[in-house]
């Protein structure tokens, strides 16, 4: 099994130490690969920097001349209340949004059979023209609209289960039927968006659908949305290949969420993704790193979708479930409806 996996030693240069987006969470990852000898397994490539015309496929030339302004001028700005820009930050999110189109590639073109992409700053908040939500390029929406327009893939598949709602990767194709993006995240919970009546747009109709779940579910609860969901939906749209937004904040120790999910439980979703791919396309899956912000989280989590990638059966999962986490669960209601739900709306019982 070839997995190729891109990231950069640039990314750490986009960075505000207090900032819960920080260049710590990279420094995390790479130093649990490196302690698991798993870069010496993966096939590793440093990426290209996107190019202006992989990146006018989803933004606006006017959004990325304010980005290239923000660099020349030299020094932090912050769009919104929560989104920084260094003057490293476009040149390392170009990186970014280059590793995702790069690793896209690679496997598509049969040069891997799947691949990892670790690379910061995030991507699935980004809007055509405005960075939010810590993201500043789109770096799962470049790697589809490349996909769709130089490899010619017509069905793809992009599952998000990052606890934040993709907004930005709906908004982007919310009109295609070619992509069935499917996001579960927590509700309510920043940015506000992923309603289950959010199903897409004119020819799109149908091709977002979204899993909003109340705060506190863990594992159990998201072995179901997937056994229930994701693969019956993924099943009947075919994928030609898959794209996963992998955001690690639904953790129980993440500090910007409250759902439960256990490192074990993140196991579970990534092998069933890596199953989907085998049933539906070849195996042709890419993952790729989006939130996360436990430093305790974010480097034994991509280790076991590496592990899982590579075929192998090791899972490290080093973190007790706290006591307040059973007692939690214990008092949420059964998914069950929720679930029963969304089949009913996406016509999934049919």
């Known amino acids: 099994m070839t997995t190729v996996y891109l990231t950069h030693p640039r990314h750490v240069a986009h960075d505000m130490p207090d900032h819960p987006e920080h260049a710590g969470r990279l420094i995390q990852i790479e130093a649990a690969l490196a302690e698991a000898g798993l870069h010496d397994r993966l096939y590793c490539q440093l990426p290209l920097p996107a190019s202006e015309e992989d990146l006018l496929r989803v933004h606006t030339s006017e959004y990325l001349a304010l980005l290239s302004d923000v660099a020349h001028r030299g020094r932090h700005v912050l769009f919104g209340a929560d989104t920084y820009v260094t003057p490293e930050s476009y040149h390392v999110a170009r990186l970014a949004a280059g590793a995702a189109i790069q690793a896209a590639e690679a496997v598509a073109a049969g040069k891997a059979d799947n691949g990892l992409v670790a690379v910061r700053p995030p991507g699935h908040?980004?809007?055509?023209?405005?960075?939010?939500?810590?993201?500043?390029?789109?770096?799962?929406?470049?790697?589809?609209?490349?996909?769709?327009?130089?490899?010619?893939?017509?069905?793809?598949?992009?599952?998000?289960?990052?606890?934040?709602?993709?907004?930005?990767t709906q908004d982007i194709f919310y009109d295609d039927p070619g992509v069935l993006f499917i996001s579960t995240h927590q509700s309510p919970l920043y940015p506000g968006t992923g309603r289950l009546e959010e199903i897409g747009l004119g020819l799109g109709e149908g091709t977002t659908l979204n899993v909003p779940l109340r705060p506190g579910y863990g594992d159990a609860a998201y072995a179901r949305v997937f056994d229930e969901i994701v693969w019956p939906a993924a099943r009947r749209f075919r994928p030609e290949m898959i794209l996963v937004s992998a955001g690690f904040d639904a953790h129980w120790d993440d500090p910007l969420a409250s759902m439960t999910l256990t490192l074990t439980g993140f196991d579970h979703l990534t092998r069933a993704l890596i199953g989907m791919a085998e049933e539906l396309c070849g195996g042709r899956i890419v993952f790729l790193l989006e939130g996360g912000y436990s430093l305790n989280v974010a480097g034994p989590a991509v280790c076991n979708v590496a592990h899982a990638l590579l075929g192998e059966v090791t899972v490290h999962d080093p973190l007790a479930l706290p006591d307040r986490v059973p007692e939690m669960l214990a008092r949420l209601p059964d998914i069950g409806p929720l679930i029963h739900q969304i089949r009913a709306l996406h016509g999934l019982d049919a």
Do not use: S, T, W
Not at 148 to 162: A, C, H, N, P
């Open 125 to 168: 908040h980004a809007l055509p023209g405005k960075a939010m939500g810590f993201c500043l390029l789109a770096n799962v929406a470049l790697a589809a609209r490349h996909l769709q327009e130089k490899q010619q893939v017509q069905r793809l598949l992009i599952v998000d289960y990052d606890v934040h709602h993709g907004n930005g």
